[in-house]
């Protein structure tokens, strides 16, 4: 595997490449990112997507979007960082990795001594990105050798979505996981649900599998039940969008209804998320806002009408899963199972800055 | 609404038409069959697709296939009948309305005496295919004024697949029960599953409640465990295929994970279907072969590949929903609640032929 996600290109004056997965798996085609609004349009677009690639994303976005304030006028910057955060911060209005970047970012500036020149203040904001892109490298691979202890030898793993080297800096959460077990040897089958309307399973997920060697078989949605039935699933694994303080996780549409049938067949469902998916601000999964898109994206399909006019659509992006459903969460610090309150605080409550959120949902 | 799913045009040497159901809801396209032959490969290619509307297609099905019988040849008419019967038997393997319908079709011509002469037993099968297909006209009509006593004003009901109009002679049978309340001045809103990977519900079932002024909204089908979440979904009513004597189900894949679904949310699930969908010779579900359709179904949408080259696809046509998991069933007699054994004995017991249909699946 050789590609990368996402790229920085030169010094604080350079620009982002990301793979365009709006185009996968037909073509491998690098989208280039020069300005903060076109790393909003490549997030809002879904070209970037995963929780832990948008908020990559958005912390080079807002390096793009300070290159253009002279270097002569730090006020200008600091003024400017307001402004390229608030926007950035409207392109997903789920995925909470991307306000703790974006927070992340806001302390590079905040935190410099007030006379700090605006070229350093430059040079530490790319640092900054940098350090979120190089430290998810990393706890990828931690998420991928904690969650394997949990899948044995010869399992079916069922997936859905994409919580893999597409979606964060390389590797993945959720298919880091299966990677680590190929890596030990441990042979698995893994069965990836397409993920409706925009088939990110069937797109993504299937393609980094099939690209590794991995046994994989594709399903539409509404088969996991009969494979759970069959008893060809061992163990679910996905991805979070955001996680509570008391475990519930927003993620993709569709894990909600997985969870409620893992349980209903006795199989064991884990989610896998860096730590800067949690939001401990947030009591419970409740007061998430669910995104809903276009209607298009359910209507359409390769460009062509699907359903006839006049009948409305429900497209909710996400869904929240209570935390009751939930076997483990898998984090780059280990297990955390049971799923409760106590476990999560004491894990992860010395991480996350207190991510600077829109109180509300985005307008859209 | 003025489109007919099926129609006879003609005597014995007459020809059936059928709505192309794979071209809607682009566009009415109207099919012609004028063998048997024809009619095998619009059941297999889901041009005629529902449990019903294949039984009574291949009850003309069989008129078609004896027709170029000489009329001075009575021992080849029933030579060629037989051919005929086990040809069109073998075009889709779970639906037990064509076993019941070839059945009805064959004691036409077993009872008849054996003098007949071949003009007479044309006209004898042509009038049998002719009353399949009006006392399914009948028998929906029926279907809708039970199931109407299940809904309530105001409900939120979701569907899955298409158990409409295009499915049976007219009216439906789970469409059924919503246009009687519509009839009935009940308000209802209508959530409909797309049902991947045909997408008969965004294609039939949503065309066809458009149609007849229903409010009306498409989900994906893993949207639904969200729907009822929120408190939006009443009842689910769905179709059957076939139904075992203990009253498991045969549906469309996706049937079964809604069922469970319908449970865990405390939301009433129902089945509706004609006394010649059941089975009484099968004591369970389990035995009822699953048909595996063409991976090509999900690997491409509209001519355009959506998946990697080397993924394995796993594509059955339909599960099985336990009996133990639906709220009532809605036959042309009434209602059958609870679903069990001797209620469904006593309700269809004296109705179905034993039916003539293949021990083993269809190969395919």
Partial sequence: VTWQTLQ??????????????????????LHECRT???????????????APAIGIAAAYGVVLGVQA??????????????????????????????????????????TAPPQTPVSALKEALLREARAIHDQDRVLC???????????ADESGVLTHCNAGGLATAEYGTALAILFTCQDQGKRLHVYVDETRPL???????AWELVQRGIPTTLICDNMAAQLMREGKVQAVVVGADRIAANGDVANKIGTYGLAVLARAHGIPFYVAAPLSSFDLALASGDPIPIEQRPAEEVTHLAGQRIAPQGVAVYNPAFD????????ALVTERGIIRPVERAAIAAQVGSHAPSPARPAEPAAR
């Fill in 36 to 50: 903060a609004e076109a790393v909003w349009e490549a997030i809002r677009q879904l070209r970037v997507r995963g």
């Fill in 141 to 151: 691979r931690a998420i991928g050798r904690h969650g394997a202890e949990l899948i």
């Fill in 320 to 327: 929240v899963t209570p935390a009751h459903l939930i076997t």
């Fill in 8 to 29: 920085w290109i030169g010094g604080p004056d350079g620009h982002l490449t990301c793979i365009d997965q709006t185009r996968l798996p037909a073509e491998l085609v």
């Fill in 69 to 110: 304030v002279a270097d002569d006028d730090p006020a200008a910057l600091r003024r400017r960082l307001d402004e390229v955060l608030a926007y950035l911060a409207t392109s997903r209005p789920t995925a909470v990795n991307l306000f703790w970047a974006l927070e992340r970012m806001r302390q590079v500036v905040q």
């Fill in 199 to 205: 088939l990110q399973g069937a797109r993504l997920t």
